[in-house]
Each structure stands twice: as structure tokens, then as C-alpha cells.
């Protein structure tokens, strides 16, 4: 059955959004307008919250001692795991198995009770003159920009934001990502927006308890809010008009891990985008099915003049497979040249199953 999606405009942007927005901004109008992914994502996914939940839960004073880590570190984690499981991606529990170095990020997080004073400097200050709000909501005047900075530090009338971040912060030539620096910037414009002034620092703060400070000036902060602003004000036109086209950006680099491109026809018409991995997306039409003793299903589809092996496919896919049909796997393993093989996290769908509108 095909679905007709009705593209929405975008309330507003947040930081964390900034990156896809000058990658490809119909990625964002996308994940906008389905109410989850269309494909599976990686469950360390789920355990970032977990972590930013119960950092949150320790610089509120919530959470003093490790008895009290380990119960809200559990109650929060059943939860990720119950939204995993109604969102059919079962598979990834428990999250202590499925997701590396579980065990090591859970005791990094738990070190913060004992050691946070000492790492962003709360232990130089007392209760007159040093406040902290952790999950502060900040937003423009005119509510085109908003998003949930981790941590605001006061102290002896010195602000620091500051952001954690649970996996790499730098880049391969040892600088720091400039998508995070600019995250951090947009959060300072925001700041000033809110309370008319800036923070004097900006920092970020890993699980090995390390700080970074970013450097940034208040016309670095407003340029990148502006360019915020203006680029919503630009989308929102293109979707009233329609032009898709002018919003998506299809490549290698911006498709790989994009979630909804079962729902873009930008990425379904392009077959010769191939990712630089040993995961394949696979488009053609299906000629042959055959299914196994132990239920497995083996199928055939002809793509680019050539006939494709799709092995292993769960037999969960027989019912929405009919022979004559064009349809697209997400998710495979390239064996060689002509043969692929189905994993847990592999997904099909009808072509065109999704019209846009």
C-alpha cells in the first residue's frame, strides 16, 4: 500500500539539526514528518540518553551516591530498551550486550558523581554565587531557533556552557569537529537571545571526564544564527513552492547513514550511489523467491542488466514480496560481486512506496 506523505513546514531549528541542514536539508524535512526512523539505527543511540539522562540527574544533585546511579541508570535504560522493542527493533536487547563498551560507559558516568567538581571547576564556589541548570531550554526572540543546552555554569558572574559528548570530539588531523564548535556557538547566540548577554565560555566535556574549551566571538555566534534563521525562512518557502529538489543533496557521504531514504526519490533514482562499505542498498526488480526448510528465503532481483542473490532474508518478508515487483533491500552485506547477504537490521520496501506531496 502506498503512503502519501504531506510535508510539513519546520516549527524551528535546533543545534543538534545544524549539520544536516547544510548537508541535506530534506533529510530534516523528512525526519519531520515520520513519526520514527524508516530504518534501524544503532542502539548506542538509545544509550546517549541513558548517559545524558543520569549526567543531568547527577549535576541536579539527584543522583549522590551509586545506589542511586544504578537504580536510575536501570529504570532509564528499561525504557530505551521498551521504545527499541515497539519499534520492531527487538534484536538490540539487552542494550548491555548490543552495544560496545556498555559496561565501560555506564562506569565513566558513574565516576562524575565523586569527580565533577574537580573537572569543571564547581568546587571553587559557594551557594551565593555559583548556580548550575543542566537541560536549560534556550531559544531565539523570535522562536525560529530553540534546543536544550546540556549544562549552564554561574560562577562569581562568569557563565559556561557546556555540552557532553559520548563518542569522538575530534577530527582525524586532532582538531575539534566544527559541527561541534558550531552547535556550541548557536547555543551562545541563543544565550545572549535569551538573557541579552553572552556566556564567556564555551566548552565540551567527554566521558574520560576531559574539557574542551571552543573559542568564539559574539559576530561568530550571530553569524551562525542568522544563517540559521534565514536558511528556515529558505525551506519552509521551498516546501510551500514544492521544490524538493532544491532541498535534497544525495551522495555518498549524506545517504550512508541516512534513515529515511527509503522515503527519498532523490536516492531511489540515483543506483549509482554505492557506500564506501561492506553495507549495500540493493534496487531492482524481483525475479525469483524460494524459501527453505528452516524458513529462510533466498531471492533474485534484476538490477543494471544483471541478476542479484539476496540471501538469508527473514521469513517475515515472504508475505510483502510479490515476483514482477520493483523493490529496494536496505542494509546488506556485500558477499562478491552478485550476492548479498540479509542481516537483523536489513529492511524492504515497495518501489515508490512513499509519495511525497
Known sequence: MREEIQLRALKRISPSLLTSLRKCPFKVVLSNNFKSP???YSPLNHLGIVIHHCIDMIYKNKINGIEEFNKEWDSCVEQEESKLLKRGFGYYLPLRDNVEGYAIKKLQTQALIQIKSNNIGLN??????????TEKFLKSKDGKIGGKVDLIHHNNNVTKLCDFKTGKIFEEEGEIKKDYEDQLKLYGYLYNQEFGNYPHTLSIIDLQKKEYFVEFTSEECEEIGEFSK??????NQLIINKNYTSLANPNKENCKNCLYRPACKYYWKDNKIQFDSKFQDLIGELKDLKQYNNGDITVTIYSANNHFKIYHLNKEFKNELSIKETIAAFNLIKIDEFKYKALKTTRIFKYNMFEIK
Do not use: A, G
Open 38 to 40: 524508516l530504518l534501524p
Open 124 to 133: 571553587k564556589t559557594n551557594t551565593h554565587t555559583s548556580s548550575i541548570q
Open 230 to 235: 534565514n536558511r528556515l525562512d529558505e525551506i
